[in-house]
């Protein structure tokens, strides 16, 4: 069973800091890995998708990397700013065919000013 | 402007009652979930849909029930059966296997 695991739970780090946020998995044999955000009471916004074959995506000021054999993603965010304060979730879609994405728990960002 | 239109925002239930929440999606996707969120866990699968008049039970579909007549909507009905139905509702579509989400139904028992 495939397990997904976001620490820290919550993170503050000043305006202006590089930081990185980590998602691990259990079972290395997944299709692909997502990153989201969440503001409260709203839903998803994708951010990065990064297909089993891929080791790294980027978007702006977003840099997701992944290795698969030691069942970890992180996702770099370059020059915070308080508008990143928001949850951020991991989620791992495994085997091909199997439709079920399975979510980590999140980690709560706060960019202080 | 294309996406996924869930309604109501925040719902109300008495004990024993059944409510529908309503997901909409203009984004011509064959694929739909329901999801469950609650405080300190990850997102749970209810139902999903691959195709119309096609639907498969996720990890907690006791209590709940769907249907998928059209591709562009993908209802959920939350029953009396579902003893703990408090909870964030989110519904997905997924292209070439990348998910997009709606803004969610908080459904409140009272």
């Known amino acids: 069973k495939q397990e997904v695991t976001q620490i820290p739970a919550a993170l503050s780090v000043p305006e202006g800091e590089n930081l990185v946020l980590n998602c691990s998995f259990t079972?290395?044999?997944?299709?692909?890995l997502q990153w989201f955000r969440q503001d409260p009471g709203k839903g998803l916004t994708s951010l990065l998708l990064?297909?089993?074959?891929?080791r790294e995506q980027t978007s702006g000021r977003l840099n997701a990397s992944l290795d698969k054999s030691s069942g970890r993603s992180t996702l770099y965010i370059a020059a915070s700013q308080p508008g990143d304060s928001a949850t951020y979730l991991c989620?791992?879609?495994?085997?091909?065919?199997?439709?079920?994405?399975?979510f980590g728990t999140g980690t709560r960002l706060t960019i202080i000013p | 402007d294309g996406g996924i239109t869930q309604s109501p925002k925040y719902l109300f239930r008495k004990e024993g009652q059944n409510v529908t929440l309503s997901c909409e999606q203009n984004?011509?996707?064959?694929?739909m979930y329901w999801y469950r969120q609650d405080p300190g866990q990850g997102l749970r699968l209810i139902y999903y849909?691959?195709?119309?008049?096609?639907?498969q039970k996720g990890d907690i579909a006791e209590g709940y029930s769907v249907s998928r007549e059209k591709k562009e909507s993908f209802p959920l009905t939350v029953t009396s059966a579902q003893k703990n139905p408090t909870a964030f509702y989110l519904c997905?579509?997924?292209?070439?296997?990348?998910?997009?989400f709606g803004q969610g139904t908080r459904l409140t028992v009272v």
């Open positions: 997905a579509s997924t292209v070439n296997t990348e998910a997009f």
């Open positions: 079972d290395s044999a997944i299709y692909n």
């Open positions: 990064i297909q089993s074959s891929q």
């Open positions: 989620a791992v879609k495994s085997n091909f065919g199997n439709e079920k994405l399975t």
């Open positions: 984004l011509n996707h064959d694929a």
């Open positions: 849909s691959q195709i119309v008049n096609d639907f």
